[in-house]
């Protein structure tokens, strides 16, 4: 039983295929647009959480800064009360007057310790044996 199609149907046939192969690619098309779209979502998303974590971490940095800053300078004045030194407060620096230097060691050997967040040291020799030392805070 051999059929053989007319020129009709040989012509339809190809329609057919010709139009279900452009359907096909129609349909693969718009899956893969739809699947860029979700994706581009998902990752807008995504760089959103991430610019508001690292918001956040900014703003923790900032707090964590001013806080050990006001508390270094504690730190220290609460140690130079409970050692009786003689210091004066200007604003972020204070001038501690010694009178040896294993005082002066001992300060600091304090802050090194205490991994205190200071600016600058200055040291000056008042007397035969006076020491002042001067310390500014980052502010």
Do not use: C, H, P, W
């Not at 050692?83 to 300060?107: F, G, P």
């Not at 600016?119 to 980052?138: A, H, P, Q």
């Amino acid at each position: 039983m051999n059929y053989k199609l007319s020129k009709r149907e040989k012509m339809l046939l190809k329609v057919l295929g010709g139009a279900s192969f452009l359907f096909l690619i129609y349909f693969i098309e718009i899956k893969i647009i739809s699947s860029l779209a979700e994706s581009r979502e998902a990752l807008r998303n995504q760089v959103q959480i991430f610019n508001t974590s690292k918001q956040q971490l900014s703003q923790l940095k900032d707090y964590e800064d001013s806080v050990r800053n006001k508390s270094s300078i504690a730190v220290f004045i609460n140690y130079l009360d409970e050692k009786n030194y003689i210091y004066q407060n200007k604003e972020d620096r204070l001038e501690v007057t010694m009178l040896s230097e294993t005082n002066l060691i001992e300060l600091l050997s304090f802050v090194d310790n205490q991994r205190l967040d200071i600016g600058s040291i200055k040291m000056k020799l008042v007397g035969d044996n006076n020491l002042t030392l001067s310390i500014d805070f980052d502010s």
